[in-house]
């Protein structure tokens, strides 16, 4: 009889990988994952590679709105993000930023933003990571036990 092993339940984590991007002057940004499926009350850690033209990052930051001819504002601004947040890497190479206690209201296209000491040496890693919080796991126990 051939057994099957289910990956865990908790937290449950679906991701694809996008290929790296590189625009015409030079940038460009790779996220580990675009697309990240996660329980309610978990963490999620998102992360990303970079390179650029010339000079040094002086700037990096996540974010998820984007006014019209608006800076967007970083994560760590928002209040609703408070004590929730984590960032780890250096500016130089890359990014990553975890998430802690997600929210249904997390749900969101997450990006990166990037200066240099250049001028016009700014740039937004899009498309970014697209996050779903869900609150629920549904299962078919019935179709589950068959196909043990």
């Known amino acids: 009889r051939e057994t099957t092993h289910y990956p865990p339940l908790w937290p449950i984590e679906k991701h694809t990988t996008l290929p790296k991007e590189t625009n015409q002057d030079g940038w460009s940004v790779t996220y580990t994952k675009n697309k990240i499926c996660v329980l309610k009350g978990s963490s999620v850690e998102m992360s990303c590679t970079y390179t ?8 990096a930051f996540w974010f998820t709105e984007l006014g019209t001819g608006v800076e967007p504002d970083s ?3 928002d209040p609703v993000y ?10 130089k190479n890359g990014q990553r930023l975890t998430i802690r206690d997600l929210r249904e209201s997390d749900s969101a296209e997450y990006k990166i933003r990037l200066f240099t000491d250049q001028e ?17 796991v549904t299962f ?3 179709k589950l036990l068959n196909s043990i």
């Open 52 to 59: 650029y033209p010339n000079g040094t990052v002086t700037t």
């Open 75 to 77: 994560l760590g601004q």
């Open 82 to 91: 408070e004590g929730r947040l984590e960032y780890h890497g250096d500016k």
């Open 120 to 136: 016009g040496g700014k740039y937004i890693g899009s498309p970014g990571v697209t996050l779903s919080v869900t609150g629920t």
């Open 140 to 142: 078919n126990i019935a």
